[in-house]
């Protein structure tokens, strides 16, 4: 013969653990949202991008082709440099974007000492 106890509602005290876990993991899961987004803009000056729409590496040059969105009345200024394997600089020239247009479109020939891998825009920022 078997017995069984009989069941027991939950007690107010399960409740509240249960309570807490909930609010635990709310906030946390809000904190790492938080997180992500500042780390997904970091490093960046909101209200410009900046993009290397292509470029051609040589031997002893690369030439790239970028794009520049902005605020109209901005005057803004970028870095675009090529780099090696090891990402050492070859060459940098800074570019400029005017005040008055929303967007740039540009190419700069940089000059290189040795064959570069790749060539990028970046840090940019208002002037």
């Known amino acids: 013969m078997t017995t ?9 005290q399960s409740r509240r653990g249960r309570l807490g876990l909930v609010v635990i993991g ?3 899961a809000l904190a790492a949202g938080g997180f992500g987004i500042i780390a997904a803009y970091a490093g960046q000056t909101p209200g410009i991008v900046a993009q290397t729409v292509t470029y ?10 970028y794009s520049v969105a902005k605020g109209k009345g901005d005057e803004v ?7 090696d394997k090891n990402f050492a600089v070859l060459d940098a020239r800074e570019v400029a974007a005017p005040a008055g247009r929303s967007s740039v479109d540009g190419t700069v020939t940089l000059r290189t000492t040795r064959r ?3 060539a990028r825009i970046h840090a940019c920022r208002t002037v």
């Open 116 to 118: 570069a891998t790749g």
């Open 26 to 28: 709310v906030v946390t």
């Open 77 to 83: 200024r970028c870095t675009v440099d090529a780099f």
């Open 56 to 65: 051609d590496i040589e031997d002893a040059s690369v030439v790239v082709n």
């Open 4 to 12: 069984s106890a009989p069941e027991t509602p939950a007690s107010p």
